[in-house]
């Protein structure tokens, strides 16, 4: 605790007295951690799918990457042996559910409106509104976006992070905070790295440098390559 | 890309202190922000000014004081600032890679967002 204290100079002929504002600076000394609010409702997200059994994967890449591409055929694959159900992650609309909801899984759509990022509040929204005690495994499939998502765990068992050729050779390179907490790194679209100009195995090269433990599967979703080596990846088979 | 919905915690947490306080003033915040962290300082400053509107809290200044992550090795027990790869692209990429004997190595720190003081100007009574 400290105090401010008076002092008093000559300025020319007459003396100027400042006196002490008759006030006490003091601090207050705390560790309050401002993301404490979201990890704690992630940990609540994380029990609650746990007591059901349900295993949950986080799906997170850029706009256009073709996350709700491989999730699709990742369901395609594992639905006659697992109770599946997806969240849908966008600033609007419901294209995205309505694309998984075809294959017959029930898909919940959240729409952030504005923000560029799931958070751990709105997949406990989300999960309120599935009948957990009846699903085996849950794919959140995040906002598109290489930044944010990273920031905000969900209470998810793993990270699925899914990159094109079409973004060009340097999304590793731009982006590597994404890849710290990866568990698995689909590069998607394969098939057009040629057309693109793009070396995708240099693109796996960057992902091993930035998190050697992240398992990399080169996809083409559209083809259905790769997608059972995703799953392997996972650990869902 | 969130500085603000971040300040906007900052601020909440902040006015919690304000009752406790009902004719004080903060002066000085101070935050401390791990570097793995994708949070600009100079946006997150300017945030927090926008929403530090509030007389508990206005003209109060934000000190930031960044912290690096720290990398361990399991297998090697090497323990040092996280690195960065050297590559031929002439720009930098951060490595969870062991330096010495190339395992996987483990992150720790780096991603916290903490206050740790704030100082406050109160009338004497």
Redesign the interface.
């Given at each position: 605790m400290s105090r401010a204290r008076g002092s008093g100079w000559v300025m020319g002929e007459r003396t100027e007295v400042v006196t002490s504002s008759?006030?006490?600076?003091?601090?207050?000394?705390?560790?309050?951690?401002?993301?404490k609010?979201n990890r704690e409702l992630a940990l609540e997200n994380h029990s609650k799918l746990k007591e059901n059994g349900i295993t949950s994967i986080d799906v997170m890449g850029s706009v256009g990457s073709g996350k709700t591409s491989l999730i699709k055929a990742i369901v395609s694959l594992l639905k006659a042996t697992h109770r599946i159900a997806v969240i849908e992650g966008d600033v609007t609309t419901t294209i995205d559910a309505d694309i998984i909801a075809s294959e017959g899984v029930p898909t919940v759509q959240v729409n952030t409106g504005k923000?560029?990022?799931l958070d751990a509040n709105l997949i406990k929204k989300a999960l309120a509104r599935i009948q957990l005690s009846e699903l085996d495994l849950i794919f959140i499939e995040n906002v598109g976006?290489l930044?944010?998502p990273?920031?905000f765990p969900l209470g998810s068992d793993k990270r699925l992070v899914v990159i094109s050729v079409t973004e060009g050779p340097?999304m590793v390179?731009k982006h590597?905070?994404m890849f710290?907490e990866a568990n698995s790194v689909a590069i998607n679209k394969v098939d057009l790295a040629a057309a693109m100009g793009v070396n995708p195995a240099k693109l796996k090269d960057?992902i091993s440098?930035?998190?050697?433990?992240a398992k990399v599967v080169m996809t083409d979703c559209r083809n259905m390559v790769g997608i059972s080596e995703v799953i392997h990846s996972l650990g869902l088979t | 890309?969130?500085e603000l919905?971040?300040a906007s915690?900052?601020v909440d947490?902040l006015l919690e202190?304000a009752p406790k306080n009902p004719d004080g003033k903060v002066?000085e915040v101070h935050l401390r922000v791990g570097k793995?962290?994708?949070i600009s300082i100079e946006q997150l400053k300017f945030s927090y000014q926008v929403l530090a509107k509030d007389r508990f809290l206005k003209g109060s200044k934000l000190i930031i004081e960044e912290t690096p992550a720290k990398t361990r090795c399991p297998k090697c027990g090497l323990k040092q600032d996280f690195a960065v790869?050297d590559?031929s692209?002439h720009?930098t990429?951060?490595?969870?890679?062991c330096p010495k004997c190339?395992?996987?190595v483990e992150?720790q720190g780096g991603d916290?967002?903490?206050?740790?003081?704030?100082?406050?100007?109160?009338?004497?009574k």
């Open positions: 008759e006030d006490e600076v003091f601090d207050i000394e705390l560790e309050a951690d401002i993301l609010a923000e560029c990022h976006n930044i944010c990273a920031e340097y390179v590597p905070m710290y960057d440098k930035v998190n050697p433990k | 890309m969130h919905s971040l915690t900052l947490t202190y002066l793995l962290r994708a790869a590559d692209y720009f990429l951060p490595t969870l890679s190339r395992s996987p992150l916290e967002v903490v206050i740790t003081k704030v100082r406050i100007r109160s009338p004497k």
